[in-house]
């Protein structure tokens, strides 16, 4: 009867660590305004392609916007299958 309790209270704590260490990060954004109140630039942690540690990275709201844009066409694009690329 406790062996049954401790391995519940064991796999209970599990679960809501486990919960816990899923990446808060990721959505963290921090806006930088100017003295009018207008977001001058979006900061963010991303992490490179092959490695864990972040970095922080700023850019203004436009090239955030010209960024998503361009990955949704490549998206597009190799949905259709157009694989050719202008080199």
């Given at each position: 009867?406790?062996?049954?309790?401790?391995?519940?209270?064991?796999?209970?704590?599990?679960?809501?660590?486990?919960?816990?260490?899923?990446?808060?990060?990721?959505?963290?954004?921090?806006?930088?305004?100017?003295?009018?109140?207008?977001?001058?630039?979006?900061?963010?942690?991303?992490?490179?392609?092959?490695?864990?540690?972040?970095?922080?990275?700023?850019?203004s709201p436009e090239e955030m916007e010209a960024?998503?844009?361009?990955?949704?066409?490549?998206?597009?694009?190799?949905?259709?299958?157009?694989?050719?690329?202008?080199?």
């Open positions: 009867m406790v062996d049954t309790k401790i391995t519940l209270l064991f796999a209970a704590s599990a679960l809501v660590l486990a919960g816990c260490a899923g990446g808060a990060d990721r959505s963290s954004e921090q806006q930088v305004l100017n003295e009018e109140g207008e977001v001058v630039q979006i900061c963010r942690i991303e992490k490179p392609t092959g490695s864990h540690i972040g970095r922080r990275v700023c850019r960024n998503r844009e361009a990955a949704e066409g490549e998206i597009d694009r190799q949905r259709r299958g157009d694989s050719y690329q202008n080199w």
